[in-house]
């Protein structure tokens, strides 16, 4: 990007004008010098954030932009959109928009080992028609843990960013990327005859950054960030793009998903291969994986790509920033194409995953803790250990039957890994390294907070408390109604429902909408404000319509789908306590689980009393128009996406399909446009089909893969 003359003179001129004193020239001398501070400050942040190897001190660094502001603060007519000091605005953003992204950004195949390699490039020779004895060329990159982006370029300035979303659209996150001295605000993209382009990368925080922000947290003390990625993602989103700045995040581009030049042809063959794409991106200013400190390589053949791959699962704790694989991708374009994507992946581009992070701690206890149905969970309290960038003292064991068919005792060595380097798991038991002082695991009989006797359902797996007063489900039950899949009350989270309750203001759900607004308005951290935003949130929510409340109500087996079905044939919640089962069954898709539960809650005069309360303190009990519409679920497999069916299917009539994708929160369209996210085609698809193949965001699908998206779907309701 900068021949050695050039930062020769740019430091050099750097040095003369750290020296100037502060004081204000005439305006045609400050735009003279506005124009040459600007590249000068742009060379010294790519040469700090993207290359890692600073030329002045941060001192001087410091003086350059202290009197870039002090010039435009003076002369603001002056000012120009890419100057760095307009990276971040002290504007927050009050919502993030969601963005559709030029072309899809799909996910990636996974290989373990060398033999997935060697069947990768198998599947590339056989699709690419080359003989199997050719060596193909592959380029191999770290697979980098944090968030990913997605960047636009025109006319050679950043004009969005945006998180990767579902793939198809992500959150725009404009005002964040521009915070992030890594990314280039102008591009010479246009060099290239370019005019439009988004790229593809992944927002991250370097390891010795990351402990510095924790050291500073913690000397403040404010709550520890978990790792580095979670730390990475979550500053994304921040409203305050400050934030960005302050966690130090930095961005290395990966790929270029779309190029057209001005005229709007597509611009993507006018280089030969990635990694000449990815030399492009260096020269321009991004930070990308490099080839001369090894991060990349152009591999001539398979067996080369297994040895670097592996190699870097060897060094990659060394590494200054958190990786959990290695990208190998196709190197040649054309033969990139050959190729071509599945529905899910390209096929010329699989990741190498790293082994699972693994240690071993000692297991010192067992916690058990009462879920909102009763069910109860035991937790392993460990010695603390590092994995996978985070200490882990707490680790879930599900059951009692997790428990035995580990063996598990307490004193034992046991083998930890974060799956996915996510969540936490006991992989085993070390029973070679016990020395008779373990203790079996006996699972309680009673609750431990309520002390009542627990019974296991049939066919079930967890032990639950069966009163329904017990403290902990009571606690439980108040922070899921208030919640996002309850009531949603805005604003109302689990710390202020564990902090009213300690004042001994919440006793059961109705509590809620009785509380002292003066009182909370007198509690440290809250004041008048806070308590009036509360007091409108907690209003607004008493007008929910019937089947929030069904679903809040913390009834074992009842979800979303279900709550809404039932909603939809009562005029009000009265009207359930005189249904028997067979009420319940004789709705489509309700079953037997679902019917036992909701009509044993509604025979308790426990809670009808509760229903009863609620009313009189202003909550919705009646059947609302939102009740009787078919509107989609939110939180679905098919949440917020839009489909539409053509061709015949095997397994299901059109009726039936649209209602399946209603159910999993699709909205179905009657046409083929650029609104339209997936098309699911059976046998003889017709004109529907050509005209979605010709838009680039639609995803279609076989009857098959209709259905597999639809199975993946967790079920709801259950604990």
Request: with cysteine; charged share 30%; proline share 4%.
């Amino acid at each position: 990007m900068y021949t050695n003359d050039q930062q020769r003179e740019y430091v050099e001129r750097t040095k003369e004008l750290i020296e100037l004193k502060a004081m204000l020239p005439p305006k045609e001398f400050a735009e003279e010098e506005m124009a040459e501070l600007r590249p000068l400050i742009v060379f010294h942040e790519w040469r700090y954030y993207v290359k890692d190897e600073p030329m002045i001190a941060d001192w001087e660094y410091d003086r350059l932009y202290k009197r870039l502001e002090f010039l435009e603060k003076n002369f603001p007519d002056l000012i120009i959109p890419d100057s760095p000091t307009q990276r971040v605005s002290s504007d927050l953003v009050s919502d993030l928009a969601t963005v559709p992204h030029l072309t899809p950004m799909l996910s990636l195949d996974n290989s373990y080992n060398a033999e997935d390699l060697k069947g990768f490039d198998e599947r590339i020779k056989k699709l690419t028609e080359s003989e199997a004895e050719i060596d193909l060329e592959y380029c191999a990159e770290p697979k980098f843990d944090g968030g990913t982006v997605a960047l636009v370029y025109e006319n050679d300035q950043l004009v969005r960013g945006a998180t990767r979303g579902n793939g198809a659209q992500g959150e725009e996150i404009t005002h964040n990327i521009r915070a992030m001295r890594s990314v280039p605000l102008m591009a010479a993209f246009s060099k290239y005859g370019i005019h439009k382009v988004e790229l593809r990368g992944e927002a991250l925080i370097r390891k010795d950054r990351f402990l510095k922000i924790n050291e500073q947290r913690e000397e403040l003390g404010e709550s520890l960030l978990a790792n580095p990625r979670n730390a990475a993602t979550g500053a994304l989103r921040v409203k305050n793009p400050q934030e960005v700045e302050n966690r130090s995040l930095e961005a290395f581009i990966y790929q270029v998903g779309y190029a057209v030049d001005k005229d709007g042809n597509d611009m993507m063959k006018s280089l030969a291969t990635h990694n000449e794409y990815i030399a492009m991106l260096g020269d321009l200013g991004f930070k990308t994986p490099a080839l001369d400190k090894g991060e990349r390589k152009v591999c001539k053949n398979i067996e080369e790509v297994a040895e670097f791959v592996i190699n870097w699962e060897n060094i990659r704790e060394d590494y200054e920033y958190e990786i959990d694989g290695m990208v190998v991708k196709l190197n040649n374009l054309d033969l990139q194409e050959k190729c071509g994507y599945t529905s899910h992946h390209p096929r010329w581009a699989i990741a190498f995953k790293f082994k699972a992070k693994q240690a071993t701690s000692k297991l010192i206890n067992i916690e058990y803790q009462v879920g909102k149905t009763g069910s109860v969970t035991p937790v392993a309290k460990l010695e603390p250990v590092q994995l996978a960038g985070v200490t882990v003292s707490s680790v879930s064991l599900h059951n009692e039957e997790f428990i035995k068919s580990k063996d598990l005792r307490l004193g034992d060595t046991v083998l930890v890994e974060r799956a996915g380097d996510v969540i936490p798991y006991i992989v085993k038991s070390m029973d070679e390294l016990r020395d008779g002082s373990e203790i079996p695991v006996a699972f309680p009989t009673t609750c431990p907070t309520c002390a009542t006797k627990l019974f296991k359902p049939e066919n079930e797996a967890a032990w639950r408390c069966p009163n329904y007063s017990c403290e902990a489900q009571v606690l439980q039950r108040m922070i899921f109604h208030v919640s996002k899949e309850g009531m949603d009350i805005d604003g109302f989270g689990k710390s202020y429902v564990e902090r009213f309750y300690n004042e001994g203001w919440l006793k059961t759900i109705a509590d809620i909408y009785k509380l002292d607004y003066e009182a909370i308005a007198k509690l440290d951290g809250f004041g008048e404000r806070s308590a009036s935003k509360l007091k409108k949130s907690i209003d607004k929510a008493k007008k929910n319509p019937l089947h929030r409340l069904l679903q809040s109500l913390s009834i074992h087996h009842l979800g979303k789908r279900a709550s809404r079905l039932i909603a939809h044939e009562i005029k009000d919640v009265y009207e359930i306590s005189t249904w028997g089962e067979e009420e319940f069954l004789s709705i489509k898709d309700i079953g037997p689980k679902v019917a036992a539960n909701v009509a044993g809650f509604f025979e308790d005069e426990h809670n009808m009393l509760l229903i009863k309360e609620l009313e009189a303190v202003g909550v919705n009990v009646l059947q609302l128009e939102a009740d009787k519409k078919e509107e989609p679920i939110e939180g679905g497999a098919l949440s917020g996406k839009t489909i539409l069916f053509t061709g015949k299917f095997e397994n299901l009539s059109r009726t039936e399909a649209k209602k399946l994708s209603k159910a999993a929160g699709a909205r179905v369209l009657s046409a083929v446009s650029s609104k339209l996210n997936i098309l699911v085609v059976g046998e003889k698809a017709g004109s529907k089909l050509k005209k979605a193949e010709a838009i680039e965001t639609v995803q279609i699908l076989t009857e098959k893969e209709f259905f597999a998206i639809l199975e993946s779907e967790k079920e709801e309701g259950t604990e």
